[in-house]
């Protein structure tokens, strides 16, 4: 009975060490470069409420928002052309594991989601007079994993996302399957939260 007193004394000691707490809510807000497969730049933001279901866990709700350029093709000539994609908006599921032990506020972590993309309409910039009649395509959506990995100190928090939004097709104005973009992205985050406890004891 004594040493089941200790074992239990000792995992208490444990558990109460780590800094967020389960059952605390937390809301966080990232930034930053987004960089689409195969080539472009972007700019993105999430912002996303969390609840800590045990002191180094927590699920959340990411809504996401993220404006890339990127290259398309076209599947009749494959001549490649500049579009835009004005914004790629989605909704996501996620989960975040850290690595702490209560003694710094320094905590590295590893995440994954699956949520929904919303590829917003694309438009061309195309000096070639041969260039299929394609102008405000329709949107798509699609669902997609995401991983991301990162650290977080008191507060603030800097990361790396992967977001594996499939391949979505073109079409012109009448309908016609024109061509296809890539749509994955990986995106440098840095951002905050408020809330959820802190890392360093509590």
Do not use: C, H
């Amino acid at each position: 009975m004594k040493k089941l007193l200790i074992v239990l004394a000792i995992l208490f000691s444990a558990q109460a060490s780590f800094g967020q707490q389960a059952g605390k809510f937390r809301m966080g807000l990232d930034m930053g470069p987004a960089i689409p497969d195969g080539g472009g730049l972007g700019f993105l933001v999430n912002l996303e409420p969390k609840i800590n279901i045990a002191n180094n866990i927590n699920v959340g709700l990411r809504f996401g928002v993220a404006a890339l350029a990127k290259e398309v093709t076209t599947i009749n000539d494959f001549e490649e052309y500049q579009g835009e994609v004005s914004a790629n908006a989605s909704i996501s599921g996620t989960f975040d594991y850290y690595f702490n032990n209560g003694g710094s506020n320094f905590a590295p972590y590893i995440g994954v989601g699956y949520g929904y993309f919303t590829l917003s309409a694309v438009e061309f910039d195309s000096s070639s007079p041969s260039a299929p009649d394609f102008d405000n395509l329709d949107a798509d959506f699609k669902w997609a994993p995401i991983v991301r990995a990162g650290i977080e100190l008191g507060k603030f928090r800097m990361g790396a996302e992967y977001n594996f939004v499939p391949v979505s097709n073109l079409q012109d104005t009448s309908g016609n399957i024109i061509g296809e973009a890539l749509n994955q992205y990986f995106g440098f985050t840095l951002g905050f939260y408020v809330g959820g406890g802190r890392w360093r004891g509590l």
